[in-house]
T-cell receptor
């Protein structure tokens, strides 16, 4: 148990559905991340939020829409996904310290949401 | 930009044998290096990290890694593995961008360690 929870743990959706993934951290962290983990590929960073403000969007398609209403919660809204979007979606959080020039801070990961798009 | 190469996608090893998981990185600037472990149906957990100082870093569960700047490597080792060490292991690097901007972690593609009885 790392203090980062994700719901749901499994999700099956059709290409025309709209769904949301939820991440919650109880660690007092100020930065949160969404990653995509596909089989046999490195983790792909999708979005980064610092103090509720989006600081990075790694060329993610607009069918993925993040939302960070406060520093403890992070959502990923999904709509009109494609089968190739099927993957494990991981949320992580960290406490950014210092000037933030280096990402030295340990990231704490949730268990992930296994998404299948039919 | 930095990149991470994990040379072995699968490493089977017998219980109580030593193991080394290899990681090489490329970056033109100073780096910080990490090893994470992912057990089945779980998220990633930090094993150890190198920021500065001694090049030999000790982590949890008896793992250690050695930073070798000249060979741009950060191999993970354990002298005697257990069945419970079966998991996927990820090497990651964080480096400063050329303009001094913040950079996030870049992960390797992972190495599946399977410990056999």
């Amino acid at each position: 148990e790392t203090g980062v929870t994700q719901t749901p743990r499994h999700l099956v959706m059709g290409m025309t559905n709209k769904k949301s993934l939820k991440c919650e951290q109880h660690l007092g962290h100020n930065a949160m991340y969404w990653y995509k983990q596909s089989a046999k590929k490195p983790l792909e960073l999708m979005f980064v939020y610092n103090f509720k403000e989006q600081t990075e969007n790694n060329s993610v398609p607009s069918r993925f829409s993040p939302e960070c209403p406060n520093s403890s919660h992070l959502f990923l809204h999904l709509h009109t996904l494609q089968p190739e979007d099927s993957a494990l979606y991981l949320c992580a959080s960290t406490l950014r310290t210092g000037t933030g020039k280096f990402s030295t801070d340990t990231q704490y990961f949730g268990p992930g949401t296994r998404l299948t798009v039919l | 930009a930095q990149s991470v190469t994990q040379l072995d996608s699968q490493v089977p090893v017998f219980e109580e044998a030593p193991v080394e998981l290899r990681c090489n990185y490329s970056s033109s600037v100073s780096v910080y290096l990490f090893w994470y472990v992912q057990y089945p149906n779980q998220g990633l957990q930090l094993l150890l990290k190198y920021l500065s100082g001694s090049t030999l870093v000790k982590g949890i569960n008896g793992f250690e890694a050695e930073f070798n700047k000249s060979q741009t490597s950060f191999h993970l080792r354990k002298p005697s593995v257990h069945i419970s060490d079966t998991a996927e292991y990820f090497c990651a690097v964080s480096a400063e961008g050329p303009s001094g901007s913040a950079r996030q972690l870049t992960f390797g593609s992972g190495t599946q360690l399977t410990v056999l009885p």
